[in-house]
């Protein structure tokens, strides 16, 4: 029927020149060869999208699973009369929870050693379930912070750093607080009872330290009622953009994990571009073998061309024979490199260690993360297909502009 993309003579002659080359080996070679490039690149590119995804959804869940999402803070730093806005917070978007906590840079110094910190002072009772510090610590160990004993919770690999267990004391020393003594300024200093360890497998491990939120108060001499801000937990870290239009009520403001973590987030996110830039012109060089190919075979099937043009064939149906045979490559190369990626991304971690290329481990020692998302799959496959399409065109309409009384003259 007309209104078919390939007509029935149209799909089976294009299958049989695809399944025979005649003499022309070297274009079966080149078919063959496009074949195979197109399924190679997909399926490295599937593995590497996949490996990549699940590095991005690693750093998702350990940094911005203990790093505050966003918070509702003012110009200054300080919150006075925070309660008042609680109301309002719980009701922004994709705020799944809010608490209040103060948070500022400082050191902590031990017997071993001393170290840079980001110091959070929380309340253990207003802390969220999902929070993964909370999983992670559990929580009789989160509400061993309690106020007034000035106890502190740090990173595995920080406590490690300063050679310090549960049990020790650490000095804790933040300039926000500090006052003016005939000998100088003196930062706000205090020691603290280290009563937990946390290890959630991240860069974070040896940044930040807990302490509860009023010995965080009285160590930065803040005014009974106030405090950094509100920290809010969102049911999607990304989801910060509708949060930052919202309109706040003066003075309040909002700040999200972009402005200390961002540069990280784009720098994987850079990574993982060019890395699939890289894949997809293998698949384009593939795609350019197709083309070869279909040019060498128009020109040894010219004669048949010509045979079937005299017989009445019309010309888009001699355009349609040559895009069924080229496009046969990139959907056989397709088919192989998507059921080939995705078997290889399933057992990828066992693979490496049968073949001995542990090249990463996690904290859990599962080894390489994998994300397959199903939609970058559909998306990679059709790409490699419209690749293999558009190379088909020009010798297709090489073929179908072939003059029968040309090419049969030396027959």
């Given at each position: 029927?007309?209104?078919?993309?390939?007509?029935?003579?149209?799909?089976?002659?294009?299958?049989?020149?695809?399944?025979?080359?005649?003499?022309n080996r070297f274009a079966s070679f080149i078919s063959?060869?496009?074949?195979?490039?197109?399924?190679?690149?997909?399926?490295?590119?599937?593995?590497?999208?996949?490996?990549m995804n699940g590095?991005?959804?690693?750093?998702?869940?350990?940094?911005?699973?203990?790093?505050?999402?966003?918070?509702?803070?003012?110009?200054?730093?300080?919150?006075?009369?925070?309660q008042h806005y609680q109301s309002l917070i719980v009701t922004l978007p994709h705020v799944q929870a809010a608490a209040p906590f103060i948070t500022t840079e400082g050191m902590v110094q031990s017997p071993g050693g001393l170290a840079p910190i980001s110091l959070q002072?929380?309340?253990?009772?207003?802390?969220?379930k999902q929070d993964l510090?909370?999983?992670?610590?559990?929580?009789?160990?989160?509400?061993?912070?309690?106020?007034?004993?000035?106890?502190?919770?740090?990173?595995?690999?920080?406590?490690?750093?300063?050679?310090?267990?549960?049990?020790?004391?650490?000095?804790?020393?933040?300039?926000?607080?500090?006052?003016?003594?005939?000998?100088?300024r003196i930062p706000s200093q205090r020691l603290f009872h280290v009563v937990a360890l946390f290890d959630v497998g991240s860069p974070v491990d040896d940044q930040i330290a807990l302490i509860h939120l009023d010995d965080a108060r009285r160590l930065l001499r803040y005014p009974a009622d106030s405090i950094t801000g509100w920290r809010?937990?969102?049911?999607?870290a990304f989801q910060t953009e509708d949060i930052a239009k919202?309109?706040?009520?003066?003075?309040?403001?909002?700040?999200?994990?972009?402005?200390?973590?961002?540069?990280?987030?784009?720098?994987?996110?850079?990574?993982?571009?060019?890395?699939?830039?890289?894949?997809?012109?293998?698949?384009?060089?593939?795609?350019?073998?197709?083309?070869?190919?279909?040019?060498?075979?128009?020109?040894?099937?010219?004669?048949?061309?010509?045979?079937l043009?005299?017989?009445?064939?019309?010309?888009?149906?001699?355009?349609?024979?040559?895009?069924?045979?080229?496009?046969?490559?990139?959907?056989?190369?397709?088919?192989?490199?998507?059921?080939?990626?995705?078997?290889?991304?399933?057992?990828?971690?066992?693979?490496?260690r049968v073949i001995g290329l542990n090249v990463y481990m996690d904290a859990g020692g599962s080894g390489l993360p994998v994300d397959m998302q199903l939609s970058q799959i559909l998306l990679i496959a059709c790409g490699a297909l419209l690749m293999s399409f558009m190379a088909t065109l020009y010798p297709a309409y090489r073929a179908a502009h072939i003059r029968p009384a040309e090419a049969l003259r030396y027959e």
């Amino acid at each position: 029927m007309k209104s078919l993309i390939f007509q029935p003579i149209s799909l089976a002659i294009g299958l049989r020149y695809a399944g025979a080359r005649g003499d022309n080996r070297f274009a079966s070679f080149i078919s063959i060869f496009s074949t195979f490039g197109i399924a190679i690149g997909v399926l490295a590119l599937i593995v590497v999208s996949s490996v990549m995804n699940g590095f991005e959804a690693q750093l998702k869940d350990r940094i911005l699973g203990v790093v505050p999402h966003g918070v509702i803070t003012t110009e200054s730093g300080q919150l006075s009369d925070w309660q008042h806005y609680q109301s309002l917070i719980v009701t922004l978007p994709h705020v799944q929870a809010a608490a209040p906590f103060i948070t500022t840079e400082g050191m902590v110094q031990s017997p071993g050693g001393l170290a840079p910190i980001s110091l959070q002072g929380i309340d253990p009772q207003n802390y969220p379930k999902q929070d993964l510090l909370r999983k992670t610590l559990g929580s009789a160990a989160l509400d061993r912070l309690q106020a007034g004993q000035f106890n502190i919770i740090l990173g595995g690999e920080l406590a490690q750093k300063l050679g310090v267990m549960p049990g020790d004391k650490v000095r804790v020393l933040v300039s926000e607080g500090s006052h003016f003594t005939p000998m100088g300024r003196i930062p706000s200093q205090r020691l603290f009872h280290v009563v937990a360890l946390f290890d959630v497998g991240s860069p974070v491990d040896d940044q930040i330290a807990l302490i509860h939120l009023d010995d965080a108060r009285r160590l930065l001499r803040y005014p009974a009622d106030s405090i950094t801000g509100w920290r809010v937990w969102l049911n999607d870290a990304f989801q910060t953009e509708d949060i930052a239009k919202t309109s706040l009520p003066s003075p309040l403001v909002f700040q999200d994990w972009r402005k200390d973590r961002g540069e990280l987030f784009r720098a994987v996110a850079m990574e993982k571009h060019i890395m699939s830039l890289m894949l997809v012109l293998i698949i384009l060089v593939a795609a350019f073998n197709i083309l070869s190919s279909l040019v060498m075979v128009v020109l040894d099937k010219q004669g048949e061309v010509a045979i079937l043009r005299t017989m009445g064939m019309q010309s888009p149906t001699v355009m349609k024979i040559f895009i069924v045979q080229g496009i046969w490559s990139g959907v056989l190369g397709g088919i192989l490199g998507t059921v080939g990626g995705v078997i290889l991304t399933h057992y990828l971690n066992s693979v490496l260690r049968v073949i001995g290329l542990n090249v990463y481990m996690d904290a859990g020692g599962s080894g390489l993360p994998v994300d397959m998302q199903l939609s970058q799959i559909l998306l990679i496959a059709c790409g490699a297909l419209l690749m293999s399409f558009m190379a088909t065109l020009y010798p297709a309409y090489r073929a179908a502009h072939i003059r029968p009384a040309e090419a049969l003259r030396y027959e």
